[in-house]
């Protein structure tokens, strides 16, 4: 793996502006969430008060990021329903999925003429975070720096990673350059689902369903594929068990 010449601080504009666009991943089949999921689709699963997508769309308007691409498939109507009633203020653009399920890099390629920004956020819907003493998206806009990466991904230590029960997805250097965990090691960091990415990126990408992976993969091997430490609470909210346990915490403060 590369590394970095230069600490990241020195970049040359620490203040550049947020990403004028994002994207929620909201297309799952949602299977581990059922029965929760039987009549309705994850995305729309409540915790703490609303549903999953609008934490996620909170999220972006904190940051003021207006235009959202969501990509739908299971129950597809009840997503476009809903964000017709609660997302009017944001311009909201639905790519459909119906026909065939994209996975998260093929549902990032059929959109990215949708999305119209470069470069963009993508969110997971059924992960939720909550800020810390840094606005999160700013805080990963201030961070990036096109010269050096070409994506850039939120990660969550594996201590405070509530709901998730792996070992961990990713090692960090000091620079924030990322490496795959090996084998049955544990690794410091888990991917949080919440990314910024370059439009380039899917230039030269299969056609039709393939994992974001596949994108990760590549930018290890040439150095470019970064991360940047969450400061706040963050939830995988998986099963019914998970919804449960984030709203016990969440009322807990």
């Known amino acids: 793996m590369k590394t970095h010449r230069a600490p990241l601080s020195l970049r040359p504009n620490p203040e550049g502006p947020l990403p004028a666009a994002a994207m ?24 703490h008060g609303k549903t999953l997508l609008d934490h996620a769309l909170d999220n972006l308007r904190g940051s003021d990021v207006r235009r959202v691409v969501v990509n739908v498939h299971y129950l597809a109507g009840q997503v476009e329903a809903h964000l017709a009633r609660s997302a009017a203020d944001l311009d909201i653009v639905v790519s459909d999925e119906r026909e065939a399920l994209l996975e998260t890099g093929g549902g990032v390629a059929k959109a990215l003429p949708l ?20 606005d999160t998206l700013r805080q990963m806009a201030r961070r990036w720096d096109p010269e050096i990466m070409d994506a850039l991904l939120l990660v969550v230590p594996l201590a405070r990673a509530h709901g998730y029960e792996g070992r961990g997805d990713f090692h960090m250097t000091p620079e924030g350059l ?39 993969d590549r930018l290890i091997e040439s150095g470019r594929l970064y991360g940047i430490a969450h400061t706040g609470q963050w939830f995988h909210v998986g099963t019914p068990e998970a919804v449960k346990e984030t709203e016990a915490l969440l009322g807990n403060g």
Do not use: C, H
Not at 24 to 47: D, E, I, S, W
Not at 119 to 133: A, L, R, Y
């Open 24 to 47: 929620v991943l909201a297309a799952g089949l949602g299977k581990r969430m059922r029965p929760l999921t039987a009549t309705r689709p994850k995305p729309l699963v409540r915790v």
């Open 115 to 134: 999305i119209g920004a470069d470069p963009f956020f993508v969110v997971n819907s059924d992960n939720m975070w909550v800020d810390g003493p840094i």
């Open 178 to 216: 990322l490496a795959r965990r090996r084998g049955a090691r544990v690794a410091p960091f888990v991917f949080s689902g919440v990314q910024l990415l370059k439009a380039s990126l899917f230039e030269d990408v299969p056609d039709g369903a393939f994992s974001l992976n596949l994108i990760y």
